[in-house]
């Protein structure tokens, strides 16, 4: 099972560009890297998915350099409500598609 | 509904007595997770159901926590004398498995508290 390390928590300013960068030094072959949001009172919330390069989409862009041991979130241009929990997860395809979380980092934007 | 449900969204129970915690996922998904989260922390795997396979009951912290799901269709939570330690949030997720489609849709959670 892939273990992964995120930041606890970071700051920013509204407009900036958040990047997030996780750790995932033993990723399998055929695991993908997830990333979840969850706000508040809220059940978590997929953003992102991606097995290498680069990912993007509405929401932020995902990447991934060639060995895979780390992945980065960028969120580009936070507004005040994007202040949330984010999980870095490594979908375990050797035990079915489990996913585990770790404890996430606490992206807190200010105006 | 569309998305995950799940009832009740809040359980006051009295320590000692057994609750059971439902979850209806999203019609057609064979992955169902069961999670907990505690105040200001992150989320706990408990167990995970996958089609007609065994469940991966790996993360249930004591044999007082049992969980069924009946093919892919609803699954229940249950605890059993309950404690004060088990106070949390119990969140349920459903996704697709096939192919490289894993998106994990979840409930809005059920609050525990333990008196």
């Known amino acids: 099972l892939a273990k992964t390390t995120q930041p606890i928590s970071m700051d920013s300013y509204e407009g900036q560009e958040v990047n997030i960068t996780c750790s995932h030094n033993?990723?399998?072959?055929?695991?993908?890297i997830t990333w979840y949001q969850q706000f508040p009172s809220q059940g978590p919330r997929f953003i992102i998915q991606?097995?290498?390069t680069k990912v993007t989409n509405e929401v932020a862009s995902l990447f991934i350099p060639a060995d895979r041991k780390s992945s980065t979130l960028s969120l580009p241009r936070v507004s005040l409500s994007d202040t949330a929990v984010y999980y870095c997860?490594?979908?375990?395809?050797?035990?079915?598609?489990?996913?585990?979380f770790g404890g996430g980092t606490r992206v807190l934007v200010k105006p | 509904g569309a998305g995950v449900s799940q009832s009740p969204s809040n359980k006051v129970t009295e320590k000692g007595k057994d609750v059971e915690l439902r979850c209806d996922p999203i019609?057609?998904?064979?992955?169902l997770y069961w999670y907990r989260q505690r105040l200001g922390q992150g989320l706990e795997f408990l167990i995970y159901?996958?089609?007609?396979?065994?469940?991966?009951k790996s993360g249930l912290p004591s044999d007082r926590f049992s969980a069924e799901r009946t093919g892919e269709s609803v699954s229940t939570l249950t605890i059993q004398r309950t404690q004060q330690e088990d106070s949390a949030v119990y969140l349920c997720?459903?996704?697709?498995?096939?192919?490289?489609?894993?998106?994990?849709?979840f409930g809005q959670g059920t609050r525990l508290t333990v008196v």
């Open positions: 019609s057609g998904h064979t992955a």
């Open positions: 991606g097995y290498k």
């Open positions: 997860l490594v979908r375990d395809t050797a035990a079915g598609n489990k996913l585990t």
């Open positions: 033993n990723i399998a072959t055929n695991d993908y």
């Open positions: 997720a459903s996704s697709l498995t096939s192919g490289d489609s894993s998106e994990a849709f």
């Open positions: 159901f996958q089609g007609n396979s065994a469940p991966d």
